[in-house]
């Protein structure tokens, strides 16, 4: 089953079985504006929910995204060192950044829902 959240601080997480495929939401690309680095994770690398994933420059400023949920780098987006721009062309899609063998899935459930998020918008 494949299911979509989203966080607070404008990070999204689409699960499909153990897998966590995570970036940035349309909106916080938006708000970054061209987007021209992506610093991405090494792979391997275990991080906790609420810890600095990686960070994205812009052209307005650089942003660290948040890792909605704790677990392993398992697969980083390399299309992004050559194209950042992917994430403004598509950042809920083609723009995402890391996927994530998930270690506490119970943390899913304190993510927001597309509409709780779109409410805080």
Request: charged share 35%; aromatic share 4%.
């Amino acid at each position: 089953m494949r299911m979509k959240k989203f966080t607070k601080t404008h990070e999204w997480v689409e699960v499909e079985g153990n897998i966590a495929t995570i970036g940035i939401t349309t909106h916080a690309a938006e708000e970054l504006g061209d987007v021209t680095f992506v610093e991405l994770p090494e792979e391997g690398k275990e991080v906790k929910k609420g810890e600095v994933l990686c960070a994205v420059e812009s052209v307005k400023s650089a942003s660290d995204v948040y890792s909605p949920i704790s677990g392993k780098v398992i697969e980083v987006n390399t299309e992004l060192d050559a194209s950042p721009e992917i994430i403004n062309e598509d950042a809920e899609g083609k723009g995402w950044i890391v996927k994530l063998e998930i270690t506490d899935e119970s943390e899913l459930d304190e993510l927001l829902t597309e509409e709780d998020y779109k409410n805080l918008l």
